[in-house]
């Protein structure tokens, strides 16, 4: 090989330097001229050719030790099945390969056992669409039995052919079929105690479609526990909330009762309660269109319905032997709370309002006109040819006064034009003038003093007017 290809990784280019006709390419020149340097640096020959010629260092997959794993595995007797590179997402998120043997579950990644738990310890394993998904995909939960609680293990499978999947000669079954198949059919054989569900729509399913997928039926509820938004998927057997941390599991015989919450006009609240947690679990901000399934499956099951239980009632009075009795619950300590702070504001409206019919009351007791002048009897009289008024008849209307009061006026105007010129008037002529001059002058002062009364008081001023005239005469 020429030493000019002994510098060239790519392979076109050792192709191209090969079939090239020059016998002293470009590459041989550059060659040349480190082999000049290598001549005076002799040190950096070796150095500067693995650069040259080796490709950039990468990360070395660790497949020898998975496969030596796996080649350990299939030895064993006792593997039933492996299915290798499954996508695990509780308690771990990575991926994982899954074992199954006669005593044991476990899974390990390349390097080590990662999972491992005994077969014992299983008590339920629910396979269910997984929701988030736009590819259909399914998820398996592994349930275990951990003290006085539940650990779960959830892990996906596509909706296609296992390919990774190995079945041992102690588990006769067609690895040819899909995981989710083939995982079934192997769990039922191994646990045999155990149930293995999976979603139905004669137990629930929901009208609102998959998203990505509106053909699916969906199995499931979108909640809220807390700020974290999860799914709630109602079972045969159990109440599966998933598949954030932690996965919450709820056999139907330690359910104790649920409760519907915060009934909106969109959403509501659901809280399911058991032996061990009397006060619940929450889900929140699920929507109305589901109600009446989720109502549908709580029948079907028999689980009590708390939503309108004593303790949520309000106050209820009953009377037994003469004596009053009191069921107080949650919507009665509250009544009574609201009762306690308005009773405050109660008592000082109804003082208010007592204060003000007193009121009321004293204006209606008070008679109209007093500190009036009594009205008299007017006698028959005329007066300068007008009109007469008899004695004892009633007042005239307001617009007859006002009439009165003109024609009054017009009268007195001309009383005293004539008694300005007359030459000869006689005494009691010019006392009568002075008399009714006095009378105008009073009468003036009263018509000021009375701008802010009702016309009755004008129609009394006149009536005065009127007897001191016939005094006059």
């Known amino acids: 090989m020429p030493l000019a290809l002994e510098f060239l990784s790519d392979r076109k280019e050792r192709k191209t330097v090969a079939e090239h006709d020059d016998p002293n390419p470009p590459?041989?020149?550059?060659?040349?001229?480190?082999?000049?340097?290598?001549?005076?640096?002799p040190g950096s020959q070796r150095s500067v050719i693995d650069k040259m010629t080796s490709p950039p260092a990468k990360r070395h997959k660790l497949d020898g030790a998975a496969d030596v794993f796996a080649s350990s595995l299939a030895s064993d007797p006792s593997v039933l099945l492996t299915v290798r590179d499954l996508s695990f997402q509780s308690p771990l998120r990575k991926k994982l390969t899954l074992t199954l043997t006669l005593s044991t579950i476990s899974a390990h990644s390349p390097a080590k056992e990662e999972l491992s738990a005994p077969l014992s310890q299983i008590v339920h394993i629910i396979c269910v669409p997984a929701p988030d998904k736009t590819t259909k995909t399914w998820n398996f939960v592994v349930v275990l039995k951990d003290g006085e609680g539940f650990n779960s293990w959830v892990f996906g499978v596509p909706d296609s052919v296992g390919k990774t999947a190995v079945a041992g000669p102690a588990l006769p079954v067609d690895t040819s079929q899909s995981y989710r198949l083939l995982l079934l059919e192997a769990f039922r054989r191994i646990a045999t105690k155990v149930p293995v569900v999976e979603p139905s729509p004669e137990e629930f399913s929901s009208p609102i479609p998959v998203p990505g997928r509106p053909k699916d039926t969906a199995f499931h509820v979108i909640a809220h526990r807390g700020a974290k938004e999860g799914y709630l998927f109602f079972l045969s057997t159990c109440i599966l909330y998933g598949f954030r941390k932690p996965v919450?599991?709820?056999?139907?015989?330690?359910?104790?009762?649920?409760?519907?919450?915060?009934?909106?006009?969109?959403?509501?609240?659901?809280?399911?309660?058991t032996e061990e947690n009397v006060d619940g679990e929450e889900f929140g901000m699920i929507d109305q269109a589901v109600f009446e399934g989720i109502m549908g499956y709580v029948k079907r099951h028999s689980i009590q319905d708390a939503s309108l239980s004593e303790l949520r009632k309000a106050k209820k009075l009953a009377r037994k032997n003469g004596e009053d009795l009191e069921n107080t619950g949650e919507l009665a300590r509250a009544v009574e709370e609201y009762e306690a702070d308005y009773d405050e504001d109660r008592d000082h409206l109804r003082a208010f309002e007592k204060a003000e019919a007193a009121r009321q009351e004293d204006e209606k007791d008070i008679p109209r006109g007093v500190g009036k002048r009594k009205r008299k009897p007017i006698a028959v009289n005329s007066v300068g040819g007008g009109g007469s008024f008899a004695n004892g008849v009633d007042f005239p209307s307001d617009d007859e006064d006002e009439e009165e009061d003109e024609t009054f006026k017009m009268r007195h105007s001309d009383d005293e034009s004539a008694a300005g010129s007359g030459d000869d008037g006689s005494?009691?002529?010019?006392?009568?003038?002075?008399?009714?001059?006095?009378?105008?002058?009073?009468?003036?002062?009263?018509?000021?003093?009375?701008d802010e009364e009702d016309?009755?008081?004008?129609?009394?001023?006149?009536?005065d007017d009127e007897d001191g005239d016939n005094d006059d005469d």
């Open 248 to 273: 919450l599991f709820f056999p139907l015989d330690s359910i104790r009762e649920v409760t519907f919450t915060n009934i909106l006009q969109r959403t509501f609240d659901l809280v399911v309660s």
């Open 427 to 450: 005494g009691s002529d010019s006392g009568s003038g002075n008399e009714e001059d006095e009378d105008d002058s009073d009468n003036e002062s009263d018509d000021e003093d009375t």
């Open 27 to 41: 590459t041989v020149r550059i060659s040349g001229q480190y082999q000049n340097l290598f001549t005076l640096f």
């Open 455 to 463: 016309e009755d008081e004008d129609m009394d001023e006149e009536d």
